[in-house]
């Protein structure tokens, strides 16, 4: 009972924290930040400065004022705040609540919260988390550049003079310092304290003394010691440290490290061969850090940093392909739906699942094994074909022109770059694995068309094989099969399966300003975000939007079937998916594979070219 109530006020003050944060995120989204925007320090200096390195997790914000404004002052949070899903939450208990809190806390300070939010967090804002132990909870720094020392003085005064908290002034190295602690365990020298500082324009709070003290002497060394910052023993001059920041992209809000190395002695053992891997690519990680982005776009990125320049990891091994590699947005239509692009190395892959296969089942391989070679004209699909196929692999679907209830509502389209780099050169054997492959597409096609036709309903109505040669490709499809088409296009560089013809006539034939690629607001994207990020699946939510425009009715009828056949549920589950894809324009997420690093970066946001 005594540790209960030891650890009562520290709880409480935490839920305060962490109450008025939250309270002030959606303040500022949901009602605006001020306008009055305070000149910030010339040349401010990092606060990661004044963090000792042993930090284990690291939190920063800088510039939010001005960050948050031009965020709230985008088109992505205008059209937001116009969507039925933000009006609803307005006028929901929640709300209501938050502004019952936001005056509690105006009551007590009696200034205006946004203001008094933008003295104390409106510039740079940092949060470090050191570990204790496995059997200690870590310990917490909260770092702050205030716009007015004095002012935050006397504010800190007021609340806890009000709120019941007793100070106590003590200094170290000639730097005051100050103790809070709740007035009624002040005789308790065990009880929970809270130590903070001002050491100039930065607000220090922690719980613990020896984080205090180690923030003193890196403020004292380097400010009125005068020693050289590099030689300091702080967060901003460590390597991995440094090397995250160069990698993320830049003019972002937020961001985040992790020290994995600080946290080893938290790592179990593993137990099986799924934990093993993720022990493994832990202990190969030497940092790991994620950036904020807000504005038209808000876009997360996160970067695992590897501890060495060669890494040796299958998952890596597979999906890391030579960076000049071109993509295939070119290719793709400006009203696709969604879309998966990628790369990767198809003949490792192949060679690592038949290794598997292989040795749990030599028999039955020997037979498939025998069974491909006769298919594939004589190529082995291991050793000889696997290696023209890929990198870039890709998929896209288009809204189909005719709808109807016994089918999916757009048409798809795969595409497999076919590569002969790997083979000796010659005609011979690059028309060998373009005649292997065709062998098996036709083989593929005719066995569909087998198994449809010997089907009683559908004697009298058999499907076709047919067959068009162009200059650019040839295309083979069945006609007569149901709602679909199955068709498949090839050429010297790229095998093709759509479920139409007219997807694969349009893949060989698009124009580049007709393609994805031209859109002025997908090149900004790709050229801020995924550069060189070669694994991204994307939605197109302008041409998401106006499929449901051209086809509301239909939709609204198949989602009812959802509802018991009731019309009106449908309708109104499609005007709440509407109402949600009114605020953006496209949602993606890429990845990149490298040896050094692996990214990867979430967004959605209005498609807007100029920001």
Not at 2 to 11: E, M, S, T, V
Not at 75 to 82: C, D, G, I, T
Not at 186 to 202: G, H, I, K, M, W
Request: one cysteine or more.
């Amino acid at each position: 009972m005594k540790q209960q109530n030891r650890l009562k006020p520290n709880l409480m003050l935490t839920h305060r924290i962490l109450h008025s944060l939250t309270l002030a995120f959606a303040l500022f989204v949901s009602v605006g930040i001020s306008s009055a925007v305070a000149a910030a320090p010339l040349t401010p200096q990092p606060l990661t400065q004044l963090v000792d390195d042993q930090a284990g997790i690291y939190f920063e914000a800088t510039d939010l004022n001005s960050h948050l404004k031009q965020f709230l002052d985008s088109s992505l949070v205008k059209r937001f705040r116009q969507t039925q899903v933000f009006k609803s939450w307005l006028e929901s208990q929640d709300v209501k609540n938050l502004k019952q809190g936001l005056r509690d806390i105006e009551s007590v300070t009696q200034q205006p919260l946004l203001p008094l939010l933008n003295q104390i967090f409106g510039e740079s804002v940092g949060l470090a988390v050191f570990n204790n132990g496995p059997k200690k909870n870590p310990s917490l720094l909260l770092l702050t550049r205030v716009k007015d020392t004095n002012n935050t003085k006397s504010l800190f005064e007021n609340w806890f003079e009000k709120t019941g908290i007793e100070v106590t002034p003590s200094s170290y190295q000639d730097v005051s310092y100050f103790i809070a602690r709740h007035q009624a365990s002040a005789a308790d020298n065990s009880a929970p304290r809270v130590y903070y500082s001002f050491l100039e324009q930065t607000l220090i709070v922690t719980e613990n003394k020896q984080i205090l003290q180690s923030t003193i002497d890196l403020h004292v060394n380097q400010h009125l010691k005068k020693q050289s910052r590099e030689k300091q023993s702080s967060l901003f001059n460590l390597k991995m440290y440094q090397r995250a920041q160069s990698v993320l992209t830049k003019n972002i809000t937020g961001s985040v490290f992790l020290n994995p190395r600080i946290w080893d002695e938290h790592i179990i053992l593993p137990k099986n061969e799924i934990e093993k891997g993720v022990v493994n690519w832990w202990h190969k990680t030497g940092g790991v850090t994620a950036g904020l982005h807000l504005n038209n776009t808000v876009a997360l990125e996160t970067v695992i940093l590897f501890n060495s320049e060669e890494i040796n990891l299958p998952l890596l091994n597979v999906l890391r392909v030579p960076a000049e590699t071109p993509d295939q947005f070119s290719q793709i239509p400006k009203n696709a739906l969604a879309v998966l692009s990628g790369q990767l190395n198809v003949h490792l892959l192949t060679r690592k699942i038949v290794d598997f296969y292989a040795d749990k089942n030599p028999e039955k391989w020997q037979k498939i094994h025998a069974v491909s070679i006769g298919l594939l004209g004589g190529l082995d699909p291991v050793t000889e074909l696997s290696k023209t196929l890929g990198p870039n692999i890709l998929f896209y679907s288009v809204p189909r022109k005719k709808l109807s209830f016994d089918s999916i509502p757009f048409d798809g389209l795969v595409a497999l770059q076919l590569s002969t780099s790997d083979l000796p050169t010659g005609a011979t054997n690059k028309s060998r694995s373009r005649f292997a492959l065709e062998n098996v597409a036709n083989y593929l096609m005719n066995s569909m068309i087998t198994h449809y036709n010997a089907e009683e309903s559908h004697i009298e109505n058999p499907s076709i094989f047919k067959s068009e040669d162009h200059n650019l490709y040839k295309m083979r499809w069945i006609e007569g099969m149901g709602p679909y088409q199955p068709a498949y296009g090839i050429n010297e560089q790229q095998l093709v399966f759509a479920s139409s013809p007219e997807l694969i006539k349009e893949f060989f034939t698009l124009k580049s300003e007709e393609s994805l690629a031209a859109l002025p607001v997908f090149h900004t994207w790709k050229e801020t975000f995924f550069r060189e990020e070669k694994q991204l699946c994307f939605f197109n939510i302008t041409s998401i939007r106006a499929f449901i425009d051209q086809n509301s009715d239909f939709l609204a009828q198949q989602l009812a079937k959802g509802q018991g056949g009731d019309l009106e549920k449908g309708q109104k589950k499609l005007s709440g998916l509407k109402s949600l894809l009114q605020s953006f324009d496209g949602f993606f997420f890429a990845a990149g594979f490298q040896k050094s690093q692996v990214r990867v970066i979430l967004g959605l946001g209005s498609l807007d070219p100029t920001n």
